[in-house]
């Protein structure tokens, strides 16, 4: 597609960002860390300003916003080599003097409210006005608000606190642009590559437009969008990307401004940068496709941008995600095979009909009900109006499954167990869900929001209430469910074992409790000649349509702090499935202790024996209708078979999975050799992308129980 000079000259830019960037501390060590300097500069920064409040702010949010502003206001520009795209944390080490303030301010906040980094994010934000408007018209679009409110009346003085807070940190924001823009500007000056002095100087001039005025190019509206939240704590998604950015791609050509492969590069950038400042294995997407909130096709230029720069990017952190429908093309689609057939894990491929149906069904209205991305692994939101609770919180089913075996009392049925199991998960649901409504209840007194990002929330501004003041339009909570799978094959085995009367409830449990020591050909007859959910079987199949229909059950009628009816279930496991794992013993399935539980709502490792298709058939037999807090259906395929021939036939594949009302596809394509080889040398596979329960990681990076549930899993072959 692109001529051997194009591809050398962003393949060369790309892998120098992607050095740099992996050379962070955020990028080796976990965040928490003593090594992890991301968030440590800006929280004292923050620490400093609230506990001394030189601002005299008079409420605990404005005290907040106010040392947000002097995050902003203390943090210095950071530009490396070979950057189109500016903004990073200061990675700097604490001086020992700074280090030891630090420590007295951490003290001190102890007594303070839990206001320091706990925000909530997982949302997009309305990037499309943010482009359209900048940081100025934002400010006088509050400002406007600030001035209309009679403070005689008592309901408007927090409306008044909530505009003091979003010019505070606006401001601010604002500041830093013109520091940055200095700062390219001295880089310039002192620069002898011709070249890069160039880049520099153009740096600067985007950074005299954004984030403070509306965007004028392409490169500019990715300028302003990351430059907005690269400072912020908490993860903030990219949104619909081919919707906001297109116009702006559109007249650049018309301009003669920009060419498609630049375009490429500058997107590629854009993906890489969050490498610098996100710790490894955490979704930081941005989706293309779909529909507009009109109900009109998206599919432009782009979209294909957009898919064209993940090869060059390799990013396990930033990805773009493809919403498919029944009228997306098949070019578009072939891409996205493309992409996955060279085993970088993206784009994974949202049912866009299924989504768009089943926010409607939660109340959400046509047009915004559009106007959604995936806001983490796999849970969605609606754009730039939603404050919802994402995993909010993770359920161990596996864990509930064994509690109530332990409680069975003699005799039980399999439709009174059922029927007792359903019970626990409600009561369980339901004292979750109360810790989750005591906490929004909190936030709502002391407010733990970021103002600058309640600015680009729909409907903040408009009530003058923040997102934990319930501002937002949309504030849904989303529990997510671990273990799908293990539940699944586990009661197919209780069904066969004990409710059979074969063994007593008492008997095996006893067995489990030993870990099938003295058990084993109980526990391999478990595993190859009881069926299980993967293999296309019906009776275990329609289990798994009880276990669907019982968490949306479970999750009705179940009212938020906020005022939705409803909870929205999850079943995806980012991590959890292995932490939950673990610490979760022996299970009916033949599950050994510590070995992780089943992967998002996939069947259990290694299960799936009979193939891609009938896979296909077991992971749809169940509805995914309404679980909008995220399904990862995770498929891996040997390396080469997506390829040739074979594309046509993951054409079909994906195409029957969407009409068969699967939620979302996600593709590993590497062989189990090659997983082993970078076991054991890590240093040559050190960019080795798998996908793990709904986000990429760099395969090295994980942990060892982690990489071996990943080689378990089932190579698949057409």
């Known amino acids: 597609m692109f001529t051997p000079e194009i591809e050398k000259r962003i393949t060369e830019r790309t892998d120098l960002l992607r050095k740099q960037y992996h050379q962070t501390d955020v990028f080796k060590y976990r965040l928490g860390s003593p090594n992890n300097s991301k968030v440590r500069r800006a929280k004292l920064s923050f620490m400093r300003s609230y506990v001394n409040n030189p601002h005299g702010a008079y409420t605990v ?60 994010g997982h949302m997009s934000l309305d990037f499309e006005k943010l482009v359209n408007v900048g940081v100025n018209g934002l400010l006088k679009e509050v400002r406007e608000r600030k001035a209309l409110l009679d403070l005689s009346k008592p309901e408007n003085l927090s409306k008044d606190e909530f505009y003091e807070g979003c010019i505070a940190e606006l401001t601010a924001l604002a500041g830093l642009a013109e520091r940055y823009c200095v700062y390219a500007s001295e880089l310039a000056e002192k620069e002898t590559d011709p070249k890069r002095k160039e880049e520099l100087q153009l740096i600067a001039e985007n950074l005299k437009v954004v984030p403070m005025e509306p965007a004028r190019t392409f490169h500019q509206g990715l300028q302003s969008v990351h430059f907005y939240t690269f400072c912020l704590w908490e993860l903030y998604f990219g949104g619909r990307v081919d919707r906001y950015l297109y116009p702006l791609y559109e007249a650049d050509l018309k301009a003669g401004r920009i060419t498609y492969d630049r375009a490429v590069e500058l997107y590629a950038c854009f993906m890489l940068l969050p490498e610098a400042y996100i710790e490894p294995g955490v979704a930081f997407d941005s989706m293309v496709g779909g529909r507009d909130r009109a109900g009109n096709q998206v599919e432009n230029e782009v979209t294909r941008i957009c898919l064209d720069a993940i090869p060059f990017a390799r990013s396990g952190n930033a990805k773009v995600t493809l919403a498919v429908n029944k009228n997306s093309s098949d070019d578009i689609l072939r891409r996205a095979i493309r992409c996955n057939a060279l085993g970088l894990t993206q784009p994974a491929m949202f049912n866009d009909d299924l989504v768009v149906d089943s926010f409607m069904h939660y109340g959400v209205a046509a047009e915004d009900a559009r106007d959604y991305c995936n806001t983490g692994c796999s849970e969605l939101t609606p754009v730039g109006r939603s404050g919802c609770y994402t995993v909010a919180p993770y359920h161990n089913l596996v ?27 409600r009561d369980v649901i339901f004292e979750k869900n109360l810790m989750i409504n005591r906490r929004m209840m909190e936030r709502s007194r002391i407010g733990c929001d970021t103002m600058r990002a309640c600015c680009l929330v729909h409907d903040c501004l408009e009530t003058g209430k923040s997102i934990d003041e319930g501002g937002a339009r949309y504030n849904f909570t989303q529990p997510n469910f671990i273990g799908f799978g293990t539940l699944i094959d586990s009661l197919r085995v209780l069904r066969e074992l004990v409710f059979s009367g074969e063994y007593s ?15 084993e050909a109980l526990r391999q007859r478990i595993i190859h000649r009881i069926p299980h959910f993967g293999t296309n079987e019906e009776s275990t199949d329609n289990i798994a349509v009880e276990v669907g229909r019982m968490l949306v059950r479970c999750t009705q009628d179940m009212e938020n702090y906020r005022g939705e009816k409803d909870l929205m279930p999850g079943i995806f496991s980012f991590v959890m499935h292995a932490e939950y794992g673990k610490v979760t013993g022996a299970t009916p399935d033949g599950r050994v202790a510590g070995y992780p539980l089943s992967s998002g709502s996939s069947p259990v490792q290694g299960r799936e024996t009979k193939g891609p298709t009938a896979a296909l058939l077991s992971n749809t037999a169940w509805d995914h209708f309404g679980f909008l807090g995220g399904i990862a259906v995770n498929i891996k395929f040997s390396k080469g078979q997506l390829s040739g021939e074979n594309e046509d036939r993951m054409l079909d594949f994906i ?64």
Do not use: W
């Open 399 to 425: 864990e509930y499954l064994l509690d109530v075996m332990r409680t069975s009392p003699a005799g039980e049925n399999e439709e009174q167990f059922t029927d007792r199991f359903e019970r626990h998960l």
């Open 505 to 519: 409830m008492q008997d095996f449990l006893q067995i489990l409790d030993e870990n099938y020591e003295g058990n």
């Open 655 to 718: 195409r029957v999975f969407m009409e068969r009302g699967g939620y979302q596809m996600q593709i590993n394509c590497v062989d189990r050799e090659t997983l082993l080889a970078a076991q054991k040398d890590p240093e040559q596979y050190a960019d080795l992308l798998v996908r793990v329960g709904g986000f990429s990681a760099y395969f090295c990076k994980l942990s060892k129980e982690m990489q071996q549930e990943i080689i378990d899993r089932n190579e698949h072959r057409f």
């Open 61 to 120: 949010r404005l005290r907040r916003a106010y040392a947000e502003a002097d995050v902003l206001a203390e943090m210095q520009p950071v530009i490396n080599d070979g950057e189109l795209i500016v903004g990073l944390p200061d990675h700097g080490k604490l001086t020992p003097e700074e280090q030891q303030e630090y420590d007295e301010y951490e003290k001190m906040m102890r007594a303070a409210p839990s206001t320091t980094t706990e925000t909530r």
